[in-house]
């Protein structure tokens, strides 16, 4: 396959549905001597975290070409622009403003007015500042309090000139993989610290809603999510009921309070010290009414009984991988997209990133990149099918746009659909890149 197309009557065609592409601050930015430090200055800065002992340092030296790079995103025809403010480089350790950061940003949302693109503004793309680690970071409820008014500053400079904020992206990623398992920074393992780190994320994602609401209230406010919907491995009722525990410890256990108010019940049969700490209204502020929730989909998880936990994960059941090692999976999108409108009363949805990792080769000049052609295909198909079954979604972006930091697993995987050549940081739009373009161009705007 090597190119995209809609049909006429598709509702991907509708003149409204959004097309982007997303990256986030700390995997493209570099320029790291212009900002204060953050939790992932320190993880990469540990031997063993990241898979090429690399770090953010350079990345895609995004801030010396953020011309040309916005430029090129004209170039794709897309309506939107996904990315994330770095919090370490709008304000310093102090509390004030740092300026020049600001300036940065500013430039950027005048860029893309001039070029008729939507702003989507992730305010926490997992760049903690390290002086707030350094005092607990997210097991300190008071990171919420601070995080609110980092967003009360942001949001007064850019108010509405912004299209739409989300204040965090994968909170999961940032409590589960940060602070219970500790692959991702600030690397803390334990049991006890996942739970309590997600309260406070949904805190501060609850107290950031509020100040959004009063300096930038028609703007789209929300917040991002990941899923992995939870597939049994068998048919045997233990797999069925481990699949069910897991979908509530790492799906539900982040969209239900967002949206009712209240953890799953499996909070009851939690031993306590697992438990969050939650005060009173909490769960009100944690609750307030979403202009969208972004979902962020890349895969499906399958999982097994075992007896220690509940559930255990399973390898992957099919062949068909990503460079990650993700199984290619889009019915699992179409499912979770129709679950979670059976289950809520749901906002607006954004896709907001999908993509897939593959090995490319740049060869005279071309990244023959079908694998992620297709991968796309597949994955807009499901978005379309759940759009004709009645779930409300506003738009899709593509992850990512070019070649970035991928965390731990360092520059290796490259999930671009424009190729970053570190060397010389020169871009070059991979066959997925022409095809998304054309696709887009072709729209019946
Ligand atoms: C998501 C992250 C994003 C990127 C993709 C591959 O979990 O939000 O930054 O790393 O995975």
Known sequence: MNSL?????????????????ATSSFQIEGARESRQDTIWDTF?????????????DVAC?????????????????????????????????????????????????DKLDELNIKAFITLYHWDLPQHLEDAGGWLNRNTAKAFADYVDIVSKEFGEQVFSYATLNEPWCSAYLGYEVGIHAPGLKGKQHGKQAAHNLLLAHGLAMQVLRKNAPSSKSGVVLNFSPSYAASAKEE?????KLADEHFNQWYLRPLIEGRYPDIIKCMPQEQRPIIEAGDMSIISQPLDFLGINYYSRAVYQSCEQDGFKVCPPQTMNLTDMGWEVYPHGLLKLLTDLNKRYTLPDIYITENGAAIDDKLIDGQVVDIERISYLHSHLNAVEQAMTSGVKIKGYFAWSLMDNFEWAEGYKKRFGIVHVNYQTQQRTLKQSALAYRDMLLARNK
């Open 5 to 21: 197309n809609l049909s006429k009557m598709s509702p991907l065609n509708d003149p409204s549905f959004i097309f982007g592409v």
């Open 44 to 56: 990469c800065a540990t031997k063993g975290n990241i898979a090429d002992a690399s770090n953010g």
């Open 61 to 109: 030296e995004h801030v010396k070409f953020w011309q040309q790079d916005l430029e090129m995103i004209a170039e794709l025809g897309v309506d939107a622009y996904r990315f994330s403010i770095a919090w370490a480089r709008v304000i310093n350790q102090d509390g004030s403003k740092n300026k020049a950061g600001l300036a940065f940003y500013q430039k950027l949302l």
């Open 239 to 243: 797999d069925i009921a481990a699949a």
